[in-house]
């Protein structure tokens, strides 16, 4: 989205977005970032390629700028980039937590259900903000 | 970067390139290269197959076709763009890569993209996994019924389907009514609280597009079409793909 069509404006847009989610002081950037990113893997049918190895091989790059961060939650935004992160996470037994954006908007506004969690870490899975209602317990 | 030096066919013979650049604007730059080597220092697929991106257009470009059309590192570039990006050149490599993936005979691409490709090919719904209409609208409201009972608060959220005249037509993943439809549910809540006006369609609501990577024009085409189609014949102004 960033490097094909919107270019780093929308970067920034979703930065915005994020911080606003998870507070200024939770967001760790990755570098490279923005436009000089580099691709995790998932795209262009990679994924169903049918070439595992090569494709955690070529992921490589991403994990190690993920585990630089030192973040417990990488946010990914889309289903490809969701399915290899993960998958990258899993074969190192699970260093982070991938997420898209949409679980934590609702983390945030406390409206994230019960069974809404599947891709939240332990750390978050009881986290309730604000609606009892719409609670675990 | 290669381990064994790499032996020219005589006299040159080259199509591929040629016809590539036939039909690029500007003929994708791949004449120009400075064999700097920033896109291959950049790329996260340089040493796979024994390959990166400058080795590609340079053997492409010594008439190498042989080799260029057969390395299944084609399905190795994930098509980012970064080699286009950090090229002084501006050199369509991804162009290229995509163009040596359809000199593949159909029948030989890789059969995970080929058999969504074809599945999705097969109905208006446009699903890799071969979800229908019929399943696509009972899944969608089923899961609704249960949010709107089970979370109060939610209770006039709405997921509609086929609705017409509204401002968004919402693409959904296959995946989410297939495999794991609770995480439909975080998007209506947000599109809910917002006020957004929005449907999903029964026709052409599924947000991959396994022929493009499978370098199927046609398909491509043809499933571009059959969304394109089913957003306009609802009247809605904007068509979201979260893909
Ligand atoms: S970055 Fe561009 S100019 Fe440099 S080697 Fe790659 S294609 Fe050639
Ligand atoms: S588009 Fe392909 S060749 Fe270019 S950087 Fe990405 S993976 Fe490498």
Redesign the pocket.
């Known amino acids: 989205m960033v490097r094909k069509s919107y270019g780093d404006p929308v970067a920034e847009d979703l930065r915005y977005v994020v911080k606003a989610i998870i507070g200024e002081e939770n967001f760790v950037e990755m570098y490279p970032n923005r436009s000089n990113n580099f691709c995790c893997g998932g795209g262009g049918g990679f994924l169903q390629s049918g070439f595992p190895d090569q494709r955690r091989e070529y992921g490589r790059i991403k994990a190690e700028q993920i585990l630089a961060t030192g973040a417990k939650y990488c946010i990914t935004p889309c289903h490809n980039c969701h399915a290899q992160v993960h998958d990258l996470s899993d074969v190192r037994n699970h260093p982070w937590e991938t997420v898209h954006i949409w679980t934590l908007l609702c983390l945030s506004l406390g409206i994230l259900g019960p069974n809404e969690r599947a891709y939240l870490g332990e750390d978050l899975k009881d986290v309730d903000v604000f609606h009892p209602e719409s609670s675990n317990f | 970067m290669a381990e064994q030096a790499i032996k020219l066919g005589g006299k040159k013979q080259s199509t591929f390139i040629d016809k590539v650049k036939e039909m690029l604007p500007e003929g994708g730059?791949l004449n120009?290269?400075?064999?700097?080597?920033?896109?291959?220092s950049g790329c996260p697929a340089t040493g796979l197959e024994g390959m990166d991106?400058?080795k590609f257009?340079?053997m492409a470009a010594l008439g190498m076709d042989e080799e260029i059309t057969s390395t299944p590192w084609s399905w190795m570039c994930s098509m980012c763009q970064r080699?286009?990006y950090?090229?002084?050149?501006?050199?369509n490599?991804p162009q290229l890569v995509y163009f040596a993936r359809q000199s593949w005979p159909r029948d030989k691409r890789p059969k995970g993209i080929l058999g969504s490709c074809d599945i999705a090919l097969r109905n208006d719904t446009c699903s890799a996994m071969g979800a229908t209409e019929e399943d696509f609208q009972f899944v969608v409201e089923d899961v609704l019924e249960e949010y709107q009972e089970a979370q109060p608060e939610f209770a006039k959220m709405l997921a509609p389907v086929n609705k017409k005249n509204v401002t968004y037509y919402l693409n959904q993943n296959s995946r989410e009514p297939v495999t794991e439809p609770d995480e439909m549910v975080p998007l209506w809540k947000i599109l809910h609280l917002v006020g957004a006006d929005w449907t999903y369609g029964t026709k052409g609501w599924a947000a991959e597009n396994y022929c493009m990577f499978m370098a199927d024009d046609d398909g491509w085409r043809k499933i571009v079409e059959t969304k394109a189609k089913a957003v306009e014949d609802l009247g809605c102004k904007v068509w979201l793909n979260t893909e």
């Not at chain 2, 120009?32 to 291959?40: I, K, M």
């Not at chain 2, 950090?86 to 050199?91: Q, S």
């Open positions: 730059n120009l290269c400075l064999t700097c080597g920033a896109c291959s991106p400058r257009l340079r080699c286009i950090v090229c002084p050149m501006k050199i490599i």
